[in-house]
């Protein structure tokens, strides 16, 4: 019997296609690493991958993981032992896996490659016509116009593949932890249905998918790693075979590893929090314990895991029209007004051709003059330089290239102060919309391609009733304080916002958990659709308490514009909403401030 290690250290090297390639270096020249995972799949990059694709059966997966990460350092990890779990391979994982077994061949090495299919579903479009959007209820897109449909994988391919002798994983779509989580059932043994240990390696998964995100990036208290932020260290969870991880940052880099910035990235993209579903596992993270052990090392301990429900998440991305994207600048007294008198005047002259047309109007208009606090709900501005970004979106593109053409030939019309940059012209380009569905994991087949032999995974499924998740019981309502201070949230707390799909979420970490009964109760649900009510167009916010970790998420359904690629806004994610929120004013008592 294989001797369980009582200790393996999974680290975070990109958390997006397209990141920095300086995480591979770094973490093999610090020698603390067994495996290194790359998150490179969002549900934009399927369809972009889709169409690369489309355009050859030799592209549609990550290109920057052969040339960037497998090329430079093929020597270095093979010497060292360390294992690369990546799903990299996008629509075309095979030709990924294909790329890479090359390289190792020129360079004369003996790592296995092992391949996981099975997700990428497009050829079955039809048969989905009958399903309904989980989350908005809409009914499947024309297969016509769809461009990938991937489920969402887990753990256990990966643990299969990893015991087969695989030393570099290529998967397609998989959820993001289940890099970590399938490194953890390799190594300890992990079975279906430890449901604790599951959401752990889950949990440390999800605290490294993003890279630096865990180590200082995106930090509220930015300024704190300002000085070294280029060369930021990239996150390492030592997990133990009970669960129990420590999260911590090569020696000598920049960026740390707090309290704050771990408590951050966990309630990064999460809704509800005790609720958290995976293939392989439904995680409970309200009670999660995250403590600071040393400088840049911290502990985290208390995931609850739930049976696992017996279907995939989908997402199938499809072109619904097209947008256009226009930038335009005004300098001096008065700028934003300018601006403003500007864009009408362009969307009058355009939709007056429409009609001579013939044209539908716009499905949708976005004006943003950066400069006037868009952002922040305000509609004025003393600004002095405005930035213009007008966007819109139509089914017919020559509607795009009218207003374009309308907007332009206001230049010499417009009030005065327009710059106008000159590198050329925009263009339209497809609206991508997501379609986010169940399918019944019988229904998908998975395989691992290993040394030209191909095998059948087995899949692992529960058919357990998802009963409500007791909620925990709020905080006392606090006691009426002698005298109050107004603050601003960020003096108090920690924040960090990001999407799903059409939805944001906000955490916010109290830094002084004596103060979390005072934050809570002055950020109800109704405090924060008022700030952000510009957004949520009678979208409704959820509130959710993380005792554990003494924070508090919002979940904003429909506040992103469509979110993603079909979205005008200029932050389609809700990137920038923490910071909205963290700089609402706040009733502290006076004396906690002292």
């Known amino acids: 019997m294989a001797r369980v290690p009582s200790l393996i250290r999974i680290a975070g090297g990109?958390?997006?296609?397209?990141?920095?390639?300086?995480?591979?270096?770094?973490?093999?020249?610090?020698?603390?690493?067994?495996?290194?995972?790359?998150?490179?799949?969002?549900?934009?990059?399927?369809?972009?991958?889709?169409?690369?694709?489309?355009?050859?059966?030799?592209?549609?997966?990550?290109?920057?993981?052969?040339?960037?990460?497998?090329?430079?350092?093929?020597?270095?990890?093979?010497?060292?032992g360390v294992k690369l779990l990546s799903n990299a391979g996008g629509v075309n994982p095979l030709a990924c896996a294909k790329e890479i077994e090359k390289l190792i061949a020129e360079a004369g090495l003996n790592l296995k490659v092992a391949t996981i299919t099975g997700d990428d579903l497009v050829n079955q479009a039809a048969t989905f016509k009958d399903k309904q959007e989980m989350f908005?209820?809409?009914?499947?897109?024309?297969?016509?116009?769809?461009?990938?449909?991937?489920?969402?994988?887990?753990?256990?391919?990966?643990?299969?593949?990893?015991?087969?002798?695989?030393?570099?994983?290529?998967?397609?779509?998989?959820?993001?932890?289940?890099?970590?989580?399938?490194?953890?059932?390799?190594?300890?043994?992990?079975?279906?249905?430890?449901?604790?240990?599951?959401?752990a390696g889950s949990l440390a998964g999800h605290l490294i998918e993003c890279g630096p995100q865990a180590t200082g990036g995106?930090?509220?208290?930015?300024?704190?790693?300002?000085?070294?932020?280029d060369n930021i260290g990239y996150p390492i969870a030592e997990i133990g075979a009970d669960g129990a991880m420590t999260i911590t940052k090569p020696a000598g880099t920049g960026g740390q590893v707090t309290r704050g910035t771990v408590s951050?990235?966990?309630?990064?993209?999460?809704?509800?929090?005790?609720?958290?579903?995976?293939?392989?596992?439904?995680?409970?993270?309200?009670?999660?314990?995250?403590?600071?052990?040393?400088?840049?090392?911290?502990?985290?301990?208390?995931?609850?895991?739930?049976?696992a429900t017996a279907t995939y998440?989908?997402?199938?991305?499809?072109?619904?029209?097209?947008?256009?994207?226009?930038?335009?600048?005004?300098?001096?007294?008065?700028?934003?007004?300018?601006?403003?008198?500007?864009?009408?005047?362009?969307?009058?002259?355009?939709?007056?051709?429409?009609?001579?047309?013939?044209?539908?109007?716009?499905?949708?208009v976005s004006i943003e003059p950066f400069g006037s606090e868009v952002h922040f709900g305000n509609t004025h501005s003393e600004s002095r330089e405005t930035a213009l970004r007008i966007s819109a979106k139509h089914r017919n593109p020559k509607a795009l290239s009218l207003l374009l053409k309308e907007a332009t030939g206001l230049a010499l019309a417009t009030p005065p102060g327009m710059a106008l940059h000159t590198g050329g012209r925009p263009s339209p380009s497809p609206v991508v919309r997501l379609f986010s569905f169940l399918v019944d994991k019988q229904e998908v087949g998975i395989k691992i391609h290993m040394n030209g032999e191909v095998c059948e995974h087995k899949i692992y499924g529960s058919n357990a009733e998802q009963l409500p998740r007791p909620k925990p019981p709020e905080p006392e309502i606090p006691a009426v304080p002698n005298k109050t201070i107004k603050v601003p949230l960020r003096q108090v707390a920690y924040g960090r916002s990001g999407d799903k799909g059409n939805n944001a979420n906000i955490g916010i970490i109290?830094?002084?958990?004596?103060?979390?009964?005072?934050?809570?109760?002055?950020?109800?649900?109704?405090?924060?659709?008022?700030?952000?009510?510009?957004?949520?167009?009678?979208?409704?916010?959820?509130?959710?308490?993380?005792?554990?970790?003494?924070?508090?998420?919002?979940?904003?359904?429909?506040?992103?514009?469509?979110?993603?690629?079909a979205s005008l806004r200029s932050d389609t994610q809700g990137k920038s909403y923490a910071e909205i929120l963290l700089d609402t004013d706040i009733e502290m008592p006076e004396e906690h401030l002292k």
């Not at 256009?324 to 362009?346: C, H």
């Not at 004596?514 to 979208?539: C, D, K, M, T, W």
Request: hydrophobic share 40%; with cysteine.
């Open 14 to 80: 990109s958390g997006f296609w397209g990141e920095s390639d300086m995480a591979v270096p770094q973490l093999l020249a610090s020698g603390q690493v067994d495996y290194i995972a790359f998150d490179y799949l969002a549900e934009i990059t399927m369809s972009i991958l889709a169409r690369a694709r489309a355009k050859s059966q030799d592209a549609g997966y990550a290109t920057d993981f052969v040339t960037d990460v497998i090329a430079p350092n093929l020597h270095d990890i093979e010497q060292q």
């Open 136 to 199: 908005s209820g809409a009914i499947f897109p024309d297969p016509e116009d769809v461009a990938s449909i991937n489920a969402y994988l887990g753990a256990f391919p990966i643990a299969e593949a990893l015991g087969m002798g695989a030393d570099i994983i290529v998967t397609g779509r998989c959820v993001d932890s289940a890099l970590t989580l399938g490194a953890c059932l390799h190594e300890f043994g992990w079975q279906p249905n430890d449901w604790d240990l599951l959401a």
């Open 218 to 229: 995106n930090h509220t208290d930015w300024r704190e790693i300002a000085a070294n932020l």
């Open 264 to 307: 951050e990235q966990m309630l990064y993209e999460i809704g509800d929090p005790r609720a958290y579903f995976l293939p392989d596992v439904i995680c409970d993270f309200s009670g999660v314990s995250i403590t600071e052990e040393s400088q840049n090392r911290v502990q985290v301990s208390g995931a609850k895991g739930h049976p």
């Open 313 to 364: 998440k989908t997402s199938a991305t499809y072109t619904d029209g097209s947008k256009i994207i226009t930038l335009w600048y005004f300098i001096g007294k008065d700028s934003a007004e300018k601006a403003d008198i500007f864009a009408d005047a362009a969307l009058k002259r355009t939709r007056r051709k429409l009609e001579a047309l013939s044209l539908a109007d716009f499905d949708e």
């Open 510 to 565: 109290a830094r002084d958990p004596a103060l979390l009964p005072q934050i809570y109760h002055q950020l109800s649900e109704a405090r924060v659709a008022e700030v952000f009510h510009h957004f949520l167009n009678g979208g409704r916010v959820e509130r959710f308490f993380l005792p554990g970790t003494s924070s508090i998420n919002f979940l904003l359904h429909d506040v992103l514009g469509g979110g993603g690629v």
